[in-house]
């Protein structure tokens, strides 16, 4: 007799974060992503999605798969002493532009780990493998390479944190060098804080000072570092059948301070394409949409083109049936032992379809944003309501979903806290609204809203931009100025679906990954509020 697999209230089908997801490895969904990572000769190493997405397991995985991988744990390489460096601050108080020194932190640290990972992590062989490495320079015109290497010594295997510490204190001295004389650093930062006093001298001296200051930079060991990895490109990993790979995850952490951690990753992007020239190297690194878009939102000013960096990018998306495997190879886990022949189905744990209803696997998609997350937290969440029972039932999913959908509107203003500040400022005003509202429709409610949010002093939870814009609202009341930029945030981080005319169908951000900007909104436009969130903001249809 087949014995029936009860559900039990402290059992999953694994965790929502990959570090701690027992399942990762065992139920991993194979959809081409991973085989487009390990073709070395295929440019797509930044793997960019939504949090929630998969991009851990995916680098996770290549690691089980892969011999000579060496994982760079951001917040092990100790940068946050960047964040108070006094060098670094002056430097930015000034307005220079720090863009190719956070490059050469990168390449010096991606260098240094290929070579030890080429030579088998050797450190013995230090000195011979520098020795072997100063003969490829015989060209004079390297000169600067093999003293760059001889600078380095034994020291060139150190960890990263000393590494980035000493190309620290060579930026510092030999900035003070450029200006001559016994001047320090801390003379400096009280010159510029004399600045507000109109001294043409003392404004002709900061000049002078950004000037050096700036060429410091820009000479800082390029062209030596240039020519190592021309050698690298040249006479090293050209010559192996070998692949090496690096790959860099949890850079949603806080292993820097905000202050530079953009323009840290930004740089960590341009590197990457340079170092994809290498033969028989990949550097992968997962990066969260938000955070994405925050980089280049930042930069924008400085000319910076995203369609340079597309082919980069490995953009992680589900479709219904992966994601039914993803849960049906959990499953197959979760029951290992408990059947001699298949472990049931998903179809054969929820209610099926029928005249009234969509079967209970459409109902989660629906409720999802088609990503790993979502299907997991709330089968987990069905688990734990169908405690001692053998199958999920329509009132179990119900109340599954109950808790699911205000949990998921608390995970969405954490996912995109540090691009917008506090999103409730932004959504409140539809709680409790009918869906297919138009922005007409909306204005007075969402007026009123707005205005209760400046009384209360809310606004201050929101980014500079949007502070901004509700200061703005706060001194004319033209509503619309203020709540189509809203609406249009709230479509980009999926809250919201839209219907721009009678005759188009109704898209969320996550399935057309189409970007909409104010002109888009007419008057027949219609929003609807996505279903996932449609408990906790008590939406009436």
């Not at 990993?237 to 840290?264: P, R």
């Not at 989660?364 to 709330?378: A, G, Y």
Request: overall charge neutral; charged content about 30%.
């Amino acid at each position: 007799m087949k014995i029936q697999y009860k559900f039990k209230r402290n059992v999953d089908i694994g965790s929502l974060d990959a570090e701690n997801d027992k399942f990762l490895i065992s139920a991993f969904v194979d959809k081409n992503d991973l085989s487009i990572l390990q073709n070395i000769n295929d440019p797509k190493s930044i793997i960019l999605g939504r949090t929630g997405t998969g991009k851990s397991a995916l680098i996770n995985y290549l690691e089980t798969k892969e011999k000579n991988v060496v994982r760079i744990e951001p917040e092990s390489m100790s940068l946050r002493h960047l964040s108070n460096s006094n060098i670094i601050n002056y430097f930015k108080d000034l307005d220079v532009k720090l863009d190719l020194f956070y490059k050469v932190l990168w390449k010096h640290v991606f260098i240094v780990e290929l070579i030890k990972v080429h030579f088998d992590n050797n450190i013995s062989k230090s000195k011979s493998v520098l020795e072997w490495l100063k003969s490829q320079f015989s060209d004079k015109s390297k000169k600067h390479s093999i003293e760059y290497l001889e600078t380095w010594g034994d020291r060139f295997w150190e960890n990263t944190e000393y590494r980035i510490r000493e190309l620290e204190t060579s930026l510092e001295s030999r900035f003070l060098g450029s200006l001559g004389g016994n001047i320090q650093l801390k003379d400096l930062i009280e010159l510029s804080s004399k600045v507000e006093a109109e001294q043409k001298d003392t404004k002709r001296i900061k000049y002078e000072v950004i000037t050096k200051a700036q060429k410091v930079i820009n000479e800082t060991q390029l062209e030596h570092i240039k020519n190592i990895i021309d050698l690298m490109k040249e006479k090293i990993f050209n010559k192996t059948q070998k692949k090496y790979f690096i790959v860099i995850d949890d850079l949603d952490k806080e292993w820097v301070s905000n202050a530079i951690v953009y323009d840290l990753i930004k740089a960590l992007i341009e590197t990457i394409k340079e170092f994809s020239k290498i033969p028989n190297v990949k550097i992968i690194i997962a990066l969260r949409t938000n955070i994405h878009k925050k980089i280049f939102k930042i930069n924008i000013a400085r000319g910076i083109q995203r369609e340079k960096y597309n082919h980069l990018y490995l953009d992680i998306r589900w479709e219904k049936e992966e994601l039914k495997r993803l849960i049906n190879y959990r499953l197959r886990e979760l029951m290992k032992g408990t059947y001699t022949n298949d472990s049931p189905t998903i179809d054969d744990i929820l209610p099926d379809s029928s005249k009234k209803s969509i079967s209970g696997f459409d109902f989660i998609i629906e409720n999802s944003f088609l990503r790993p997350r979502d299907i997991i937290d709330f089968f987990n969440k069905c688990i734990k309501y169908a405690d001692g029972k053998t199958k999920i039932t329509r009132d179990i999913l119900k109340a599954a979903y109950e808790e699911y959908s205000h949990e998921r509107l608390r995970a969405l203003n954490d996912e995109w806290l540090e691009n917008y500040g506090n999103l409730h400022c932004l959504y409140g005003f539809l709680k409790g609204q009918s869906n297919g509202f138009t922005c007409s429709g909306i204005e007075d409610v969402a007026s009123e809203y707005f205005l209760q949010m400046i009384v209360d002093d809310e606004v201050i939870t929101l980014t500079t931009e949007y502070q901004k814009k509700f200061s703005e609202f706060g001194n004319t009341f033209e509503c619309n100025k203020l709540l189509m930029p809203v609406l249009v945030t709230l479509y980009e981080i999926g809250l919201l679906g839209i219907k721009l005319s009678p005759d188009k169908k109704l898209e969320y951000i996550y399935e057309s990954y189409t970007a909409i900007e104010q002109v888009d909104i007419k008057m027949e436009t219609k929003f609807y509020i996505h279903p996932m969130f449609k408990k906790a903001l008590r939406v009436i249809n």
